[in-house]
């Protein structure tokens, strides 16, 4: 019997694993994928939002600014990266300029610190690249952007660590209530019981909440594309377009590694599991980028990547206990910016959780999580860490410079990674120009090694996606 | 630790002209291989056909490797194995990794650039589609079928009629995958035509030409690519769709010179190659650093890789042995005239030509019958007629010391029509 | 006539073959025209492929038919091949199958391993 049960281990669900094992709690948060982080959270802008674009005085708006507020201790904890690179939403004409101030006070609003108008001039001293005809801009500079998958990842192990059960390969079949405990059974049969169910399951959300009591909101799927361009130093700063009636524009922004992502675009999707790219959606993405930034070169492009993001009509996230169904919470709906805010979100869940279970705060908490970045270390540290272990010494990903230290700590961490492209998203093995052309081999016998299978059995990403046969 | 020469790269390039350093004088060569062995990608080429100009025979990938390998091991040139170069500095520092030295920096009086090339991937042709496993280079299932024995799929498309393309879909065939065909994007092959004869004809295997991929389809392996015709612009058409039931994507799109080393250093660059400007030397922008090999820029065949390396060795011996006062600065411009895309090398020192410079480059489209003109300052100094010229095909003509003495500081090459 | 595209060297030259004459046009050398008779009469290739290895860097080693053999035998040959291994270290040049299957060709290594 546990007390929670998180279904999903998106940022949202981890978020909330990790926040709850602070307290003395039985909790298993459970995935249908065969890793974390396999939805939206895996394919997004990575940006931390300074809070411009929500309508004011929304939940929205209060969990976007102080979600944005609480990224660099928690990064820090947990050795994500993460880097405060502020935003401009660039203006072309006077309309723009009178949106930018609408867009200003709204920021004033939320509060938004820091933000304030630049002229031309300070626009490009600040971006030089930029295409010309830009009359002012709104700066933000609490904006930022975040390793968004090591982010989920170090949250659900550092949840682990606390003693949070993950189950992977979980997919919620059946949720059922018996007096006060529910059962949630998965289409294998495996059963898990406990006192509360919080649903966190992203675009499934609507599905996942109805199997236990119809509900009211409608969940819709809303596909993003992007350009994952290879390293260049473009832009510093996230360069949104001034939204005006022909649109919002998309976003380029550099990313923490130093790549650059355009996008996204905006179509509703019948199939929340279309992540497809098309020709059309991304040829509209790099003609309005060049709108901001002219000198991009879409030659560049190492990947192209869609996610899809779980959106209610309201613009309003749906967090709260069921109205129906006591102890069954449901956090859903959660599109942009719910990566910014899912950390404040997950102390909204926190408060009711224990205000419910009555819990204690853990004295033994670990708060703290250590990950390997060899290439950030200085030569002396490189040095010694290779003395202890000859695998630092070896680089196996030569785009990303990637040891083969890194790429086993990254298999042998608690929630370790078991597909290629786990390891890419915890040490970037393979997330470099040549796309694992080079070291994917490499990868892969490392772990079939480390887990014992044979080469057929190693998988690209999904269950059932084997590289050979 | 100080190298009169250092070379990055042990592969046919980093081989050949650190041998030919050796060979002419120059006495502590290093070559630096990041892979566990040398050779580079020669040892994953198990096919014949090359050697026919450096040996005069017909030798398979791991044979002409072998032949330098054997030729080194009789050498002093050192080697060192699993070792990345971090990075080169101002004072020509080569920064090396591996897990015997660790993290260390070493000196070269003189450096070869010869990092070789990789391949272009779905990235960058943008593929649309979902990006399910089976999806992978031409180089990459090469190295899994012949140096692990893996098989990549039962059944597969090639998109790419380079030769790395259709000798993948013999090799393929071989191992019991099925090639249902290779789709070419331009209207001709960029492959040799007897690739073409010996790896598609032999197998029945059909050459989709003008035509590309223009949908991926499976959510975890790959289940089904569509490809579409192309009209003149290389635009899809619409409704010439063609579908194939395949769990195997291999790309043979293009090879790009690897030059992430060079991102920090003040070196010039030329955008056409993607690889460092050289003059007649295959020497650098900066002095005492040289490249050579698809590093420089993609070569058809592995034998004009190790004579321009060969040059690269022997203008590093010079480098080393001469007083670089005596000689003079007359230097040439190479300008790419109408029909060129590139020429290797970009510039002369007319003075430190002896006798002849070969120059190397590459036409933006199909020619026949034409003339190559040579021009400087308006003034023409020679022509050679062309029969036949593709873009595929790297050109190369010689220039003479006379020629060269007869320039200004610019010379243009270009194509012509004959005149009637 | 037949039209034979020369595969002897990266060149591939456009060859017309009459063989009643044993006359061969369009090639630029001897080694051409032989091809040019052979291809017509009986088609013959060198065969490459890897076999395993045992104690080798790489699990493969590979091999190649010291001749080209008639073509049409590439299957079969690639099956013979398959069922052998050898063991490292071996030197570029070991011939490991003699006589393949009576073509009086002989299959060696491609490099030492």
Known sequence: MRDVIVIGSG???????????????????????????????????????????????????????????????????????????????????????????????????????????????????????????????????????????????????????????????????????????????????????????????????????????????????????????????????????????????????????????????????????????????????????????????????????????????????????????????????????????????????????????????????????????????????????????????????????????????????????????????????????????????????????????????????NNGSNILV | MTYDLIVIGGGPAGLASGLSAFEEGVNKVLIIERDVEVGGILNQCIHNGFGLHTFKEELTGPEYAQKYIDMIKETDIEIKLNTMVMKIDDEKNVHILNSEDGYKVIKGRSIILAMGCRERTRGAISIPGSRPAGVLTAGTAQKYVNMLGEKVGNKALILGSGDIGLIMARRLSLEGTEVLGVVELMEHSNGLTRNIVQCLDDYDIPLYLSHTVTNIIGDNRLEKVIISKVDENKKPIEGTEKEFDVDTLLLSVGLIPENDLINDMDIDFDNRTKGVVVNESMETSVEGIFSCGNALHVHDLVDFVSTEAKEAGRSVAKYLGVDKKEVGKKEIILKNGVGLTYTVPQKINVDKVEKIVGVMFRVNKIYENVKIVIESNGKKIKEYNRDHMLPAEMEKIILTKDMLEQCNEEIEIKVTDMEV | MEKVICTVCPKGCHMKVEIEEKKVEGNSCKRGEIYGLAEVVTPIRVITSTIDIKGGQFKKIPVKTLEAVEKGLNFKIIEEMKKIKVKSPIKCGTVVIENILGTGVDVVVTRDM
Not at chain 1, 20 to 27: A, E, G, N, R, V
Not at chain 1, 158 to 181: L, R, T
């Open chain 1, 11 to 461: 940022i949202i669900g981890s978020n909330i694993a990790r926040e709850l094992s602070k307290y003395d709690l039985k909790i298993t948060i459970v995935d249908k994928e065969n890793d974390v982080c396999k939805g939206a959270s895996k394919a997004n802008s990575a940006i931390v939002h300074g809070g411009h674009d929500p309508e004011s005085n929304t939940l929205v708006a209060k969990l976007n600014v102080e979600g944005n507020e609480m990224f660099e201790e928690l990064c820090k904890d947990l050795s994500v990266p993460f880097k405060r690179n502020g935003a401009l939403v660039v203006g072309f004409n006077d309309d723009d300029k009178k949106t930018l101030n609408e867009l200003l006070n709204r920021s004033i609003k939320n509060g938004v610190k820091g933000a304030r108008i630049i002229n031309s001039e300070e626009v490009y001293k600040k971006e030089p690249n930029l295409t010309a005809g830009i009359v002012s801009a709104l700066f933000v500079p609490s904006s930022g952007i975040v390793g968004v998958y090591e982010l989920t990842i170090a949250l659900c192990e550092n949840a682990i660590v606390n003693g949070v059960q993950f189950k992977n390969n979980f997919c919620v079949k059946e949720i059922n209530k018996d007096g006060d405990v529910f059962t949630v059974e998965s289409e294998n049969g495996d059963k898990i019981k406990s006192k509360i169910v919080i649903n966190a399951s992203g675009i499934e959300g609507q599905k996942t909440s109805e199997l236990i009591c119809e509900e009211e909101f409608d969940i819709k799927g809303y596909k993003g594309e992007y350009y994952l361009l290879d390293k260049e130093n473009l832009v510093t700063s996230t360069i949104f377009k001034c939204p005006s009636k022909h649109g919002k524009g998309v976003l380029i922004t550099p990313t923490v590694h130093g790549n650059i992502i355009v996008g996204p675009n905006n179509n509703f999707v019948e199939n929340g599991e279309d992540r497809t790219v098309s020709k059309d959606g991304l040829e509209d993405i790099s003609k309005k980028a060049l709108e901001t930034v002219d000198k991009l070169d879409f030659r560049n492009n190492i990947r192209n990547f869609a996610g899809v993001r779980a959106k209610v009509g309201t613009n309003e996230f749906i967090i709260g206990e069921n109205k129906k169904i006591e102890s069954f919470y449901n956090v859903v709906g959660i599109a942009s910016p719910g990566l910014t805010a899912s950390p404040a979100i997950s102390n909204m869940v926190r408060e009711w959780v224990v205000e419910k279970m009555g819990c204690k705060i853990k004295k033994d908490f670990i708060n703290k999580r250590e990950q390997t970045y060899f290439h950030e270390l200085s030569i002396e540290e490189k040095n010694e860490l290779i003395e202890k272990d000859k695998s630092y010494g070896q680089i196996v990903c030569r785009c990303e410079g990637i040891t083969e230290g890194e790429i086993l700590e990254s298999i042998r961490r608690p929630l370790g990674a078991v597909t290629i492209e786990g390891v890419k998203r915890r040490c970037r093995a393979g997330a470099g120009r040549c796309q694992g052309g080079f070291c994917q081999t490499r990868v892969l016998e490392l772990l079939k090694n480390e887990k014992g299978l044979s080469s057929k059995e190693v998988v690209l990403d």
